[in-house]
């Protein structure tokens, strides 16, 4: 079955990156792209951006352009991402989400990683 | 981007059916039938209940059902049941493998 495991809880301070990864398994990593998704606390759902974990290809939501890099390990069949300048604002529930291209939807979803960023 | 509006709060009675809307502009919703519909439990992570509009995943209750007029997609739930209270998002593409989601709808089962 088609699963997203991604790491544990982070606690961050201002300033400091944070990299969050997410496992893909019972499917072939390479085939579907891996977007990530956030939501502060009581918050909606916010698109962070999307990798093609085949090309290594990227695009992200212009709030986070500069500041979040996707990267993945097809080695692994992991992804990651990485949001640096870290602020308060930044507090949130991340997730990555397997998007089938045909579908052109999000049909699975890890389970989330909190990242809190406090001094 | 901006958020796709939704309304903040609909509710109903277990058997009622409700609708919730969700309103993009011609760059998004106006210009894609590749709207989803997500359903998120407290504390969990969302899951797909309808995409490309109006199509159901393997799985989902067939009281789930979607629809698109001009820049304006809609989830129906009928037969309201208390599992359905919960909070639902919409989200569209809106091009060069981009998406945006909606500010979401707490769905409330009286």
């Known amino acids: 079955q088609v699963q997203l495991v991604q790491s544990g809880a982070e606690v961050k301070k201002p300033g400091a990156s944070v990299k969050v990864s997410c496992k893909a398994s019972?499917?072939?990593?390479?085939?579907?792209?891996i977007n990530w998704v956030r939501q502060a606390t009581g918050q909606g759902l916010e698109w962070m951006g999307w990798?093609?974990?085949?090309?290594?290809?990227?695009g992200y939501a212009q709030k986070f352009q500069g500041r979040v890099t996707m990267t993945r390990n097809t080695s692994i069949s992991t992804a990651y991402m990485e949001l640096s300048s870290l602020r308060s604002e930044d507090t949130a529930v991340y997730y990555c989400?397997?998007?089938?291209?045909?579908?052109?939807?999000?049909?699975?979803w890890g389970q989330g990683t909190l990242v809190t960023v406090s001094s | 981007q901006s958020a796709l509006t939704q309304p903040a709060s609909v509710s109903g009675s277990p058997g009622q059916s409700i609708t919730i809307s969700c309103t993009g502009t011609?760059?998004?919703?106006?210009?894609?039938?590749?709207v989803s519909w997500y359903q998120q439990h407290p504390g969990k992570a969302p899951k797909l209940m309808i995409y490309?509009?109006?199509k159901r995943p393997s799985g989902v209750s067939n009281r789930f059902s979607g629809s698109k007029s001009g820049n304006t997609a809609s989830l129906t739930i009928s037969g309201l049941q208390a599992e359905d209270e919960a909070d639902y998002y919409c989200?569209?593409?809106?091009?060069?493998?981009?998406?945006?989601f909606g500010t979401g709808t707490k769905v409330t089962v009286l």
């Open positions: 989400a397997r998007v089938d291209t045909a579908m052109v939807t999000a049909d699975y």
């Open positions: 019972g499917y072939t990593f390479t085939s579907y792209d």
């Open positions: 990798m093609n974990p085949n090309s290594g290809n990227t």
């Open positions: 011609s760059s998004d919703v106006g210009s894609y039938n590749l």
């Open positions: 490309e509009v109006s």
């Open positions: 989200c569209s593409y809106a091009g060069s493998s981009t998406f945006v």
